[in-house]
């Protein structure tokens, strides 16, 4: 079966964050893995708590009825409704359940934003260095990628970002603590974005 340039390209592209991975496992049998901090796939260090297996368990020896059909495509309503309250209290911001959908973590989430944003040939401006797959998602929903490039100490340019806005950019992506470089943003900096 043939596979489309888009996709050959893609892969060739994205292969790069796997043979990351595959030499941080490499480096940790030479050296140990006390001795390498491998930061390529940002998989957690440590396990869940004791808490979360007992609820596994728990649900998988007394299942509730109805647990294995399917729900809504935003999510079970009243997990969108605990959510939307915890984020009420937590911002000031009024949210209801209608606000909220629940996704497989971040790439899940990048990606029903943008294409709820997104006509071909839309813009995101994305700041770098970035995660790579940020162009991926743009990509997947006919997007074009701006990358504006960070000032000192990886700190947006707000000048820059200005520059970049036209007529057809649609978002922005803002990644704070930064992948990859793990800078936090200030408040400052991100009422500036903002504005």
Do not use: C
Not at 17 to 32: D, P, S, T, V
């Amino acid at each position: 079966m043939s596979v489309a340039n888009r996709i050959k390209t893609g892969m060739a592209e994205g292969s790069w964050i796997r043979r990351m991975f595959e030499e941080g496992n490499a480096l940790k049998q030479k050296y140990g893995a006390a001795n390498v901090f491998d930061l390529s796939l940002g998989n957690p260090v440590v396990e869940p708590p004791p808490e979360f297996n007992r609820e596994l368990k728990r649900l998988a020896e007394n299942p509730p009825p109805g647990i294995h059909r399917y729900m809504e495509n935003a999510g079970y309503a009243e997990t969108r409704t605990d959510v939307a309250r915890h984020l009420t209290t937590e911002t000031g911001l009024k949210f209801t359940g209608n606000d909220i959908v629940m996704t497989s973590g971040a790439a899940g989430a990048l990606n029903v934003a943008l294409k709820t944003v997104l006509n071909p040939q839309d813009e995101v401006i994305v700041l770098s260095p970035y995660f790579v797959e940020y162009l991926n998602y743009i990509d997947n929903h006919g997007g074009i990628s701006k990358i504006v490039p960070t000032g000192k100490d990886f700190v947006p340019d707000i000048n820059k970002i200005a520059a970049t806005i036209n007529n057809r950019t649609r978002a922005i992506i803002i990644n704070s603590p930064n992948n990859p470089t793990g800078v936090v943003y200030t408040g400052e900096i991100l009422h500036a974005m903002g504005e």
